[in-house]
Structure formats: C-alpha cells, structure tokens
C-alpha cells in the first residue's frame, strides 16, 4: 500500500463520516420529536378511561355531504 493509497482511504472515510454528520444533524431534530410525539400520544391512551376508549368514533352532526343529500331529496319530492 503506497502513501498515495492511504491518503485515498483517508478522503473517502472523512467523506463519509461528513454525509453522516450532515445526517445526524438534519435528521435529529425530527426523529427527537417523534419520539416526543408517541411518548405524549401514550401518555394520553393511558389517561383515558376504558369506556372513553370504547366509544364510537361516529360524529353525530350530520355531514355536508349528507345534508345537500337530504336537501335535494326533499326537493324532488315536492317537484313531482
């Protein structure tokens, strides 16, 4: 192996050690707040009692979609 060899080598693993620097730094931040994220989201299963828990997710306001809906069944009664 020749000096020149080792000085290659050398490049090529600060090259590295830089993207995954650059990476850590970039990526960090996010990855941090995901954690926090799922700890509080956990925290918040735990804090809700068990029939909270078991309810129906189903809102009970009607949708717009179902409310236009009603609304021109209601018209094409009256027309005909």
């Not at 990855?31 to 828990?53: K, Y």
Request: overall charge positive; hydrophobic content about 40%.
């Amino acid at each position: 192996m020749s000096a020149e060899d080792d000085s290659y080598s050398m490049n090529a693993f600060t090259g590295y050690a830089a993207v995954l620097v650059v990476l850590a730094v970039v990526a960090g931040p996010a990855l941090a707040w995901l954690l926090r994220e799922r700890r509080i989201d956990r925290r918040l299963r735990q804090a809700l009692p068990e029939t909270a828990q078991k309810s129906s997710s189903r809102s009970t306001v009607p949708s717009t979609a179902t409310w236009y809906a009603d609304g021109r069944r209601s018209k094409k009664l009256v027309s005909s």
